[in-house]
């Protein structure tokens, strides 16, 4: 029996409410457990120096936490005055997560800054802000659809993440704080609704995974990120 | 008529609720209109370098904004590296507001953070966080009773705020986003229970102030916090 | 009596002077008992990004103070690699309280930076810094009119500040540093020539304070910065 | 044929050069064909503050890239104040990596701490880094039983990395920059000397990765670790 | 014919006020023509980390100028977040300067540190520094003495730097800024009181100069530093 | 006998190794005994904004050092968010020499950026940075002549630096680290090849040096940088 109770292959109770944050063009406020995250989406005319004169668009996202998310509170990254590795890490999975599946030549000129900020944290958090970006992102189109600055939603597809890990010897899905502090090992899995795998990170904490283990979570995985994208339809109408 | 259609003397819709974190000792979301602001109070059993062996306990706050509870999208000061000046203010104000209604030699060496974050804004942040932060605190300092770490709360008064301002000539109660930035001049009072003034900061935006707008102001200030305070009580059980 | 010997009602001595600083286009050495700041007015033919091409201008402050100007020497600000927010709050309001008497649009794409430097402190330092660099903001304009970069002197009147505070119950004009650090309560105020108030920030330390007190402390400084406003007139030549 | 001319499951030209940093504990210069990585570990008596007084040790990485590694020059990160996220992202796998095969316990209060610096840039920094770091953290533990400051090498096994991808439809081993800037998707895999799965991190640049793929890079990496893991038995002498 | 008008081998008007900072333990605000700074001298009863418990003292320097101190406005360090590289190596300078006629055994376990902020800055800055430096910090340790804090003063010797360029092919002395921007090749020299040569920092800025340069530019630094050590020597009344 | 066994006016053992790093346009890997340090040269098309439009060019200079070039691990400057004073003044020292050769206006809006980075550390690493770097600046301005990006080769003449020390009353030649930290005193020499003076940095650690020193040093350094230009020549092959 692990920790949080569930079956192997369950999921926590998983909610995805659009519309969250009233001022951003796109936004989802998921709930995973206990874990809470705000994604917002904001659109801005103009790409980085990088892109500019190309004609195609761009797609980033900064992550953060509330000092008191966690069970004791945390340093607020802004009165430290940098972002934690941690941080950094975690806001670059999302961008490239979300640009896997988005077509930037259909964006035209344009940057969607996606913002991830966890209001509370049970595990899982990387994870769910991919999730609820992903509606945020699509809400955030559909509204310059509909404000005739794009003439088609440029995702291709949907992406959504869940975590795994190896407990006690077996392998379960969409760990929660205290399963993740326990388990042996643990992936993230990153993936497309057509079934691709855009990101895979998995580490072992203790002992080293084995190569059907790795095969065991991508599985578990699959399952959870279908019951994630019904989820997701449900949540922008498709 | 106001921008906002209420009457002058009128406070938008608040709501407090206690608890709205989970991991917090204390904590309140509190709503005045569309503003949102998560007020959480985190409590550590040890004092700043500046005041160890004296006794006594400690009251600071720290203040932030989601990048996108703002109409247009704002930097991330994590990212940026530092907190902007009116952030630091704005905490410097919040921090003294509740010290100045604390009994901090009835709290022991212990110090209460109190993170005020700005979920959606629209004008008042900086008040409707004193005012929720009350709560917070006060639920934590219970808390702490409950746990035996003390033996009576040590807030000896409420304490909340609420920002004025002379609109077309007329003194206006609980300005929105709309009406700061077109009023001729604002004013923060920070009120106790009692009826006394912790803090007054008042800046003319376009032409200076008179003595008796300052006063009717004041008067405004005061009867909108009679009902902040029924408030309070309301949402702590008091 | 208070710890100054002086009567309630009595400035500490007060002396400007203008052109204290050899290079600067205006600039006024201001003495208010032991506390000295320099205050320099730097003219600079563009303004800030956000109001390019708007045809106005812009009078912006810092502050800063010598490590040692205090009776123990603090940390060099620009070793420590970040203005503190007592600093930041001070240049904000420095910079809010010439705007409020300039006429922006009188400028032309000019600005003009204000630096107050404190070189010995004694309590009032923020108070100091406001009367001194009126005096070398209008020198200031005044070259720019010698020099036929303005045709006008865009101040619209004089502005002035100075501190009061309830002293064992008694409201008390221009607090030194012992008295300031011993007061219940204080407040600044800037007030402007034709008497109205441009900003007023009050702050109860120990008990809170009253209306009565408020206003009894705003008349000690109208009467205060009167003899201010007559020290800046002759500084000026006016 | 891919770009570099090799087979699918080659790796390039690899050399570890042990003790090639004359001051430290441990040291060793790899190079896979033209990337080249000077790898030192440092021993110190002590351990970071989260670890005091739980006598056992800590082992961790730092990250750098020398300006003109690459093929244009990059800024120095020193001189712009701050790590990207990509280099602490790095570094902070280096450690993970070293870690799953340390025994901490068997360390004694004692930190590792491993350099990583990449004199020359040609793609696969990252995993060239944890490859020859294996070596300098051997070499220096070896040390450490000279000085009789350990009793017994605290590496429980081999540690090695190699980034694998998917070229135009084929997957294979060991990626130059040329091809990794063309890939459809990369994979870094660190395995132990015993097979097992310390970190996978696979990323779809382009179109997302199946199953299938996954499980071809994988069996890339085992053979290609192989051969790394009897370098660095040659290059420590076992 | 020089800019200024002096003769090759004449100092500027030269002043030293001691006394100048009044919180200071000792200071001196010394003038070389227009050039003016402010030296302070701040015990402290410890010294940093790697000097504790060795016996001995330790004096330190910080050099600052504020923003207006040019003929343009510079930036102020402290808003920028960092001191420049010409800033740092100049405050090293003065720290050695000092601490090479400092007998740092006999004065226990304390810390001097000296801040030296320019008020107007006409070239020579590093020298005036170091020449009005000298006055503060004996009369700190003169201080000291008469609080028994030290039963002798230990300085062993005066040190007093001045610069010295060649102009037009001409050596000359003590150049301001007009000159300095002008010369040839200048350098500093640091002397004491009894002949010898602290420092030395010789730039070519056009062309290099000549071994029989180096030796006249020394010559003129020697007679201009035997000026300014008899007014050290007045300004502590010695 | 001076700690090395090398007689006083020798030099330690010295190889210039053109052409070290693949990827820069001019490259050098100096040895002067133990300390070794790589020198890039990078070439980039436009100039800093105080240069744009001037028709002339810029060489500028950064330093570092790994972690572990020295014999205990040292502080990674880009971890802790800031170079040293050290550091900066290094790297301004090497700047300013080579400007002192070249003829920016020969190299049209161009900059050439030296990187120095020293690999091992015994003493002297600033002087080998200079000559090294002048050795890369060569070849990267012979690499533009041969894209025809420059006609001529802008460098007016050589430029090496050695530094020289009184150890034990002797002065000597190329100070090694253990020298470096015995000697009373030390200089830095940065010299021509027609023999003229670049810079001169003298300091004193113990006893003041006198005149006679200081030229029997200037001397010593004379007949040592003959050596190292000889070494350069052979490097570039003139």
Request: hydrophobic share 40%; charged share 20%.
């Amino acid at each position: 029996m692990r920790p949080s109770g569930r079956e192997s292959g369950a999921l926590r109770a998983v909610s995805l409410t659009p519309g969250a944050a009233r001022h951003a063009e796109g936004s989802c406020l998921i709930r995973m457990g206990v874990t809470e995250v705000l994604c917002t989406a904001s659109v801005e005319g103009k790409v980085p120096p990088f892109l500019r004169g190309q004609g195609q668009g761009w797609v980033t996202a900064e992550y953060g936490m509330l000092p008191r998310a966690t069970h004791t509170r945390g340093d607020r990254e802004a009165a430290r005055g940098k972002q934690s590795g941690r941080t950094q890490e975690i806001q670059r999975l999302i961008g490239r997560s979300l640009r896997a599946v988005t077509d930037m030549k259909a964006m035209g000129e344009m940057t969607v800054t996606i913002d991830c900020d966890v209001l509370t944290a049970d595990g899982g958090t990387r994870c769910a802000s991919i999730t609820g970006a992903w509606v945020a992102l699509h809400l955030a189109f559909e509204h310059c659809r509909r404000m005739n600055i794009l003439t088609r939603n440029p995702l291709r597809d949907q992406v959504a993440a869940v975590s795994c890990g190896v407990w006690q010897g077996t392998p379960v899905l969409d760990l929660d704080y205290a399963e993740d502090s326990k388990a042996d090992a643990d992936a993230n899995f990153v993936l497309t609704g057509a079934g691709g795998i855009v990101e895979v990170q998995g580490t072992a904490e203790g002992a080293p995974f084995t190569d059907a283990e790795l095969l065991a979570l991508l599985g578990l995985a699959r399952s959870g990120t279908a019951e994630l994208f019904a989820r997701q339809r449900e949540a922008v109408g498709l």
